[in-house]
């Protein structure tokens, strides 16, 4: 595992990044990962596993110190995402959604907005970014849910699914269409709805293949009365803050799937130095030793790239989205294709649940999938090559 060490050292971190990276290390080994196959079994949302990344005030670390967090490095933060990930997929996502849906607000919201919300981001709550409708997925332009405005309010009617912390959210940053306007691009705006609005209802909570533990919610808007204070930057600005926000959560959702291939690849490796077939170790065997290759070099360098982009982001550059976007495909590709081939090292005992590699391989998959499919990230990556 030296490689990887050596990756792992090689990023600047602070003094004081390095002392929080440690403690979520310890906390995602001593206390989240332990409870991670109970809570995939039960489905149940992981209270305990939120409670105590609260207790390490890890939200304040995206949050500006004039609004009362202790602002830290872009990668600090993608070190955290991984790390928490590995120890429990579904936990490491919902903590990274309030990253993505608060993002927003503390870049593009006004001093009365970011002085009034970030708190409740500071003492522990959860934050959802409401995105995706049945008939709106890749294609966010396509979303019905509108803005209607009222005085001093914003009447917000539609539906929203998919959506990550939707059940729990204390704020949710959610997107439809100024009513008031045509173009299906130029509508779109952002907005935070904070939770008990009246009107709000959760529809549903998903049943899924992985993340089980990890609240996954359809969404109903009823007439709720959202005040326009609330509103973030102007009518039909919204497209601008997705996609800034977009560009940023998907490289929080490569660390989220490295997490999970960095994990199964430990796991392959600890078991094929242990069990023996034919009187070897099944480490020993060429064909596998050549698996072992090609997992090791693809993690590596896609590890690697995240770091890049990390130091761009960090760095002050505004154009990385196709970067990001090189990183979300890569990554997830990456995460799926170790899960399964850990499975595999593992023989039949890698299809039972006494392993977690068969957690692990189904964890991977929604990361080929939400912001922004794969095939989504291939035609955008191939389609910034055209010339004028």
């Known amino acids: 595992m030296k490689v990887f060490e050596r990756i792992d050292s090689s990023v600047a971190f602070s003094s004081e990044e390095r002392m929080l990276i440690d403690a979520v290390r310890a906390l995602a080994r001593d206390q989240i990962a332990p409870r991670a196959a109970a809570y995939d079994r039960s489905g149940e949302f992981p209270w305990d596993n ?12 995206f949050v500006p110190e004039a609004y009362g967090g202790a602002l830290m490095s872009y990668a ?8 928490i990930s ?3 997929a579904s936990t490491g996502v919902i ?3 309030n990253f993505h849906a608060m993002k927003p607000l503390i870049d593009f919201g006004n001093d009365e907005q970011k002085q009034r919300l ?20 890749s294609d966010a332009t396509g979303m019905k849910t509108s803005f209607k405005p009222d005085g001093d309010a914003i009447i917000v009617n ?6 990550t912390n939707g059940a729990h959210a204390d704020l949710l940053l959610v997107f439809g ?5 045509e173009d299906r691009k130029a509508s779109i705006s952002a907005l935070v709805m904070e939770k008990g609005t009246p009107g709000l209802k959760v529809v549903r909570e998903e049943d899924k293949m992985g993340l089980r533990a990890s609240s996954t919610a359809t969404l109903a808007f009823d007439n709720c009365r959202v005040p326009r204070a609330n509103l973030l930057c102007n009518p039909g600005d919204g497209l601008k803050v997705m996609l800034a926000s977009l560009n940023k959560s998907r490289p929080s959702v490569a660390a989220h799937a490295l997490g999970i291939a960095r994990a199964a690849f430990e796991d392959a490796v600890n078991y094929i130095n242990e069990r023996k077939q034919s009187g070897r170790r099944i480490v020993e065997f060429q064909g596998i030793q050549f698996m072992l290759a090609d997992m090791a070099t693809d993690l590596a360098q896609c590890e690697a790239w995240l770091w890049h982009v990390a130091r761009r982001v960090d760095g002050g550059a505004t154009e990385f989205g196709v970067e990001s976007s090189m990183l979300k495909m890569r990554a997830s590709d990456i995460a799926m294709r170790i899960t399964t081939d850990a499975v595999q090292l593992h023989g039949g005992y890698g299809y039972i649940k006494d392993y977690r590699v068969e957690r ?3 964890d991977a998959k929604i990361t080929q999938i939400w912001e922004g499919t794969n095939q989504i990230h291939r035609q955008l990556i191939g389609r910034s090559f055209l010339t004028k």
């Open 50 to 61: 939120i409670k105590a990344i609260n207790a390490l005030g890890l939200n304040a670390m």
């Open 76 to 83: 600090a933060y993608l070190e955290c995402v991984r790390e």
């Open 86 to 88: 590995k120890a429990c």
């Open 95 to 97: 903590w990274a959604t």
């Open 118 to 137: 970030l708190p409740k981001l500071l003492e522990g709550g959860l934050a959802s970014l409401v995105i995706t409708e049945p008939t709106a997925g």
């Open 158 to 163: 539609g539906g929203k699914t998919f959506i």
């Open 177 to 181: 269409k100024w009513s008031e306007i």
């Open 360 to 362: 692990l391989m189904r």
